[in-house]
């Protein structure tokens, strides 16, 4: 008699608030899945790290097609830069009747 006259109580007030406890429920779910689902802030922000590193990379390898590109415009035929000539013939082992080559162990590798 003593549960009944305890828990009679609190069903009625639940009972009249059941609408309350469905929002509750229903704003705990999206709540969630805004914060850990697959397009939520957490992915938002590992996403947005993702595509920082990706603009990094691709910053550092424009700077090195960039590099490249200077280096090949230097040995086009109608504007030939002598020294990057000179350059290459040496890393190819070219040297004049005069010059003796030496070859540091960094410079030994071979080329690939």
Same mark, same amino acid.
């Given at each position: 008699?003593?549960?009944?006259?305890?828990?009679?109580?609190?069903?009625?007030?639940?009972?009249?608030?059941?609408?309350?406890?469905?929002?509750?429920?229903?704003?705990?779910?999206? !709540?969630?899945?805004?914060? +850990?689902? =697959? @397009?939520? *802030? $957490?992915?938002?922000?590992? #996403?947005?790290?993702?595509?920082?590193?990706?603009?990094?990379?691709?910053?550092?390898?424009?700077?090195?097609?960039?590099?490249?590109?200077?280096?090949?415009? !230097?040995?086009?035929?109608? +504007?030939? =830069? @002598?020294? *990057? $000539?000179?350059?290459?013939? #040496?890393?190819?082992?070219?040297?004049?009747?005069?010059?003796?080559?030496?070859?540091?162990?960094?410079?030994?590798?071979?080329?690939?």
């Amino acid at each position: 008699m003593l549960r009944a006259r305890l828990i009679d109580p609190v069903l009625r007030w639940a009972y009249g608030r059941w609408p309350l406890f469905l929002a509750c429920a229903v704003l705990a779910y999206f !709540g969630y899945h805004a914060v +850990h689902g =697959d @397009r939520g *802030l $957490l992915a938002w922000l590992d #996403r947005n790290r993702d595509i920082e590193a990706a603009r990094l990379e691709l910053a550092q390898l424009d700077a090195e097609r960039d590099q490249l590109q200077h280096r090949i415009d !230097g040995l086009q035929e109608g +504007h030939l =830069d @002598r020294d *990057l $000539l000179e350059e290459e013939l #040496r890393k190819l082992g070219y040297v004049r009747q005069n010059e003796v080559l030496v070859l540091t162990p960094e410079d030994a590798k071979p080329a690939n």
